[in-house]
C-alpha cells in the first residue's frame, strides 16, 4: 500500500484551512506509511467532508498504476468498533466505506486504505 499524507501548510498561521496532499510511490504496511508522512512533516490524510473525498478521488483518478492509499482512519483500540483518525485522536465524521466494508477480514484488519478509483474506504 502506498502512503497519503496531508500536508498542513506553512503558512497555516496566515492561511487557514489549507491542506497539501502527497501522494507516495513507497510501498509499506500503515505503520511504514503514517512514519514516512511524518518524517516529511504531515500525517496520513483525514478526511472531514464528502467535498474532500470527492477532490481527493480526482487526485486518485490520473493514478492509474495506484490500487489504494494508506489513510490516517484506524480502528479504535479501545472500542475495536469504531475507527478513529490516528493523528488528531478524532471520530470520523464522514465516512465513504466500500460496500460491505469495514469487515475486518479475518480479524486483522485495523488500518484503512482508500481505494482506487473510487475513493472508497476499506478496511
Ligand atoms: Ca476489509
Not at 487557514?16 to 502527497?22: L, N, Q, R, T
Not at 512514519?35 to 500525517?43: D, I, L, M, N, S
Not at 490520473?62 to 478524532?90: V, Y
Amino acid at each position: 500500500m502506498r502512503t497519503f499524507a496531508d500536508y498542513k501548510g506553512a503558512g497555516d498561521d496566515v492561511i487557514e484551512d489549507v491542506s497539501y496532499y502527497f501522494f507516495s510511490t513507497e510501498t509499506g504496511d500503515w505503520n511504514y506509511a503514517e512514519k514516512a508522512c511524518v518524517g516529511r512533516g504531515g500525517y496520513l490524510l483525514e478526511v472531514d467532508t464528502n467535498e474532500e473525498n470527492i477532490e481527493i478521488e480526482g487526485y486518485l483518478l490520473p493514478l492509474t498504476s495506484a490500487i489504494g492509499f494508506w489513510i490516517g482512519a484506524r480502528r479504535n483500540a479501545k472500542t475495536e468498533s469504531s475507527f478513529i483518525w490516528s493523528h488528531s485522536g478524532r471520530s470520523l465524521t464522514f465516512q465513504n466505506w466500500h460496500q460491505g466494508e469495514p469487515n475486518n477480514a479475518g480479524g486483522n484488519e485495523d488500518c484503512v486504505h482508500i481505494f482506487y478509483p473510487l475513493g472508497d474506504y476499506m478496511d
